[in-house]
T-cell receptor, first 115, second 114 residues
Framework: DGGITQSPKYLFRKEGQNVTLSCEQN?????MYWYRQDPGQGLRLIYY???????QKGDIAEGYSVSREKKESFPLTVTSAQKNPTAFYLC??????????????FGQGTRLTVV | AQSVTQLGSHVSVSEGALVLLRCNYS??????LFWYVQYPNQGLQLLLK??????LVKGINGFEAEFKKSETSFHLTKPSAHMSDAAEYFC????????????FGTGTRLKVLA
């Protein structure tokens, strides 16, 4: 079945550690996105990529980094510079990078907790 | 920049009653609008989308939304609520002004009372 797979589902991080969240899609979509979800704040865009080997900062990119070396993969690293990383992270993809009358498809999310 | 506003962070309805979730958009160009549903600890699932083909859009699970340009609204409705409709609902707009990204509202949590 085609879809977006995020792993792990739950992740615990110690203070000062970097962690990487995985996002893989087999939909052959050009564009991929990372959102952060906090209660009452909706979804806020961290990074997005319209095409392989290119990505742009979203609204809350500080303390995060990404790479897009393959079309199907868009990993997100939460660095120690992110002061409040505890949140639910959602990865999404859409078929085209520039035509926006198509919807985004979402993974099941990763819940990151700082311990 | 485009944006969406969802009025009411929490809405409660009785089972069998009308569901109305409000979304207003801000856009200088004809928008592409979406409604998503999210169940606890899960990703978002598309309910329906407006792409200018028809102003009344029917989606999954009996939901529909009407695009009203004069009111800059895209409210989500369902004639009769079911217990399984309890979830969080997000309105979104796709930005087409060069940055090509989706912008989400803050969400409305729907509670269905027995």
């Amino acid at each position: 079945d085609g879809g977006i797979t995020q792993s792990p589902k739950y992740l615990f991080r110690k203070e000062g550690q970097n962690v990487t969240l995985s996002c893989e899609q087999n939909l052959n979509h050009d564009a991929m996105y990372w959102y952060r979800q906090d209660p009452g704040q909706g979804l806020r865009l961290i990074y997005y990529s319209q095409i392989v080997n290119d990505f742009q900062k979203g609204d809350i990119a500080e303390g995060y980094s990404v790479s897009r070396e393959k079309k199907e993969s868009f990993p997100l690293t939460v660095t120690s510079a992110q002061k409040n990383p505890t949140a639910f992270y959602l990865c999404a993809s859409s078929i085209y990078g520039r035509v926006m009358n198509t919807e985004a498809f979402f993974g099941q999310g990763t819940r990151l907790t700082v311990v | 920049a485009q944006s969406v506003t969802q009025l009411g962070s929490h809405v409660s309805v009785s089972e069998g009653a009308l569901v109305l979730l409000r979304c207003n958009y801000s856009s200088s160009v004809p928008p592409y609008l979406f409604w998503y549903v999210q169940y606890p600890n899960q990703g978002l699932q598309l309910l329906l989308k407006y792409t200018s083909a028809a102003t009344l859009v029917k989606g999954i699970n009996g939901f529909e939304a009407e695009f009203k340009k004069s009111e800059t609204s895209f409210h989500l409705t369902k004639p009769s609520a079911h217990m399984s409709d309890a979830a969080e609902y997000f309105c979104a707009v796709s930005e087409t002004s060069g940055t090509y990204k989706y912008i989400f509202g803050t969400g409305t949590r729907l509670k269905v009372l027995a």
